[in-house]
């Protein structure tokens, strides 16, 4: 998103100084932030998540997806923890 702002003040007229100030600011970002963060799973489900975005920046394609992901991310997870079973002796040890 802030990268998408930035983009905006550089249209403006090159002789600006928001232009310049537009530019030193993108080409910080792009080096702070070289990886796409739009292409990391983890951070795409986290926005997804956070209830303050959720409807915001995804299409009715791409949400299905991450729905997806967070469904396949869950079973994973349950499947650990079916695949872990508490002996008796673990569990003498627990107590």
Known sequence: ?????????????????IY??????KAGITGK?????????SYIIATYLDPRY?????????EEKIKDDILKISRNTEDILASRTISPSTEERRK
Not at 7 to 14: I, N, Q
Not at 33 to 41: A, C, D, I, R
């Open 1 to 17: 998103m802030l990268t998408q702002k930035v983009s905006d003040y550089l249209t403006a007229s090159p002789e600006s100084p």
């Open 20 to 25: 310049h100030a537009a530019k030193t600011l």
């Open 33 to 41: 932030f070289s990886t796409l963060l739009e292409e990391e799973n």
């Open 54 to 62: 959720k409807n915001k920046f995804f299409t009715s394609l791409t």
